[in-house]
């Protein structure tokens, strides 16, 4: 990391040219926290240490280019507390962040609307703010993940079956798909893709990630099954994954932005809350009969306080004087589906077909992404 004599900061981050932060400041101090900050998002900065006298070919109101780089161009300019007075009679634009350690002086909102700084940040108390902001830059950061998890009201009813067939449907479609498999004690959802010996990182890869997992790193680094990714459990001694980097690795999958399908466990502890909390929407599969019915109410009553939206999904024929209607009303939670037994599936997965290849099914799936989705919510890349 070069200190203030550096012409521009070299992090060793991997971001394109687009992605590179612009740091404008003389302070050499807050400019090695700056470097700092943006080598932990993987960034690469250009660094200002003197506004020129004159405009550069990229500059405007005295902020000259960089390299190309210059104020209207960068998409993230961090001004340094010492440089607010200078960059006052630039343009307005986004993403423009007033930083700086000693903020105590009274005229620093002042200075934040004359520049038209979108935060305020005072370091070392906004580091991780800062390093979100220059994180998402990096990794380009759009619209998230429409993210659905998928849990099961009784043993045996079927939501891992659901959850990998809905994640292979939208990955046909053509959106980028992440699968998750969030049961520890369930044998592994790439087992039921056959793709248990693919080579990729698993959950245990992941326990000792600390802060902000690098979206795209996360993608790459997952088995690709069926064109979706896949991040499951091995077969091996079971590693305790800790909440806070269950909440880092599912934020960072949605960041990426398409569809994120969550396979949920009955159980809700800690970690499982973390997933949950970030989910849009929760199917819970039901069999249509009272037993399991009653089984169900118990896992929405732990599931409710953590989830957003909990909707059902009746699996098969109902039984014992009920019906679809009955028991969402019932769990009271609105109806999402009803979705048949296929009698044949269990032998297809056997022989290496993915759950929802073909019939009721994959329609049931198709029809679901359909309304979720919208036309609104295209094909991610």
Known sequence: MEGASGVAGRTGGIAPAGGRPLIITEDPLLLDDLLRLCAAAGAEAHVHHAVPEQSGAGGIG?????????????????????????????????????????????????????????????????????????????????????????????????????????????????????????????????????????????????????????????????????????????????????????????????????????DLPRRIDEAVAEMVAQLDLVLMVVPGELRSVAAAGRVAAGVRPVAHDVRVVVRGRCRDGLDPEAVARLLGAPLAGQVPVEVGLPGRVAEGEPPGARGALARFCDGFWQRALGPDRGVSA
């Open 62 to 262: 005295g902020v000259g280019g960089i390299g190309g780089v210059g104020w209207e161009s960068a998409p993230l300019v961090l001004v340094g507390y010492d440089a607010a007075r200078r960059v006052g009679g630039a343009p307005r634009r986004d993403g423009v962040l007033l930083v700086g350690r000693d903020l105590d002086d009274p005229g620093i909102w002042q200075r934040a609307v004359e520049i038209g700084a979108e935060e305020v940040l005072r370091l070392p108390e906004a580091e991780n703010r800062l390093v979100d902001r220059i994180a998402d830059v990096v990794e380009g950061a759009g619209r998230p993940a429409l993210s659905v998890g998928v849990i099961g009201g009784s043993g045996g009813a079927g939501a891992s079956t659901l959850a990998c067939a809905l994640a292979l449907r939208a990955a046909r479609a053509g959106r980028r798909t992440v699968l998750v498999d969030g049961d520890p004690l369930g044998g592994g959802v790439d087992v039921l893709l056959g793709g248990e010996g693919a080579e990729g990182s698993r959950w245990p890869d992941f326990a000792a990630s600390r802060g902000r997992v690098a979206a795209r790193a996360l993608e790459e680094s997952l088995p690709e099954l069926h064109a979706l990714r896949v991040l499951s459990w091995d077969r091996g001694e079971r590693v305790v994954v800790p909440p806070a980097a269950t909440r880092s690795v599912v934020a960072a999958a949605r960041r990426r932005g398409g569809v994120v399908v969550v």
